[in-house]
């Protein structure tokens, strides 16, 4: 059996700080997000770029903060801060976003906004939310 993404990653950094996860992730907001990528993102602390490793790509991004595992509400801002790279419809997935950010855990979005939301994501919000 091959070895997961994870052990994968993991042999390539020598290290066990990383989140690898799909943009297809996104769909699962339900904000109309429907593309599946065929990419697999790796946020750590090492690499930054596109490398092969085995029969799979993966895109590293170096962030210097990032979740131990998924949440709903960090898609919601990792969604939010990647929403150029997309293949979507921009705008639908705004008015979508809009309208659903009041069904989540707001304490764990407020978390997840001040530790992960880039400026543009953190500007976007504070217009939603009047604050």
């Known amino acids: 059996m091959p070895p997961t993404d994870e052990r994968v990653v993991e042999g390539f950094l020598r290290d066990k700080a990383f989140l690898v996860f799909s ?9 109309g997000t429907t593309q599946l990528y065929n990419r697999t993102l790796v946020y750590n602390h090492k690499r930054h770029g596109v490398f092969r490793l085995g029969n799979r790509q ?9 979740p131990k595992k ?14 150029d790279e997309l293949a979507e419809d921009r705008d639908a997935v705004l008015v979508q976003a809009h309208s659903k950010m009041p069904t989540f855990d707001q304490p764990r979005l407020r978390k997840a906004v001040a530790s992960f939301a880039n400026m543009a994501t953190r500007k976007l919000l504070r217009q939603w939310t009047g604050a």
């Open 70 to 83: 998924l949440s709903p509400e960090f898609l919601f801002v990792d969604m939010l801060n990647n929403l």
């Open 23 to 31: 943009p297809s992730s996104y769909n699962a907001l339900g904000l």
């Open 58 to 66: 993966f895109d590293f991004r170096v962030k210097p903060r990032f």
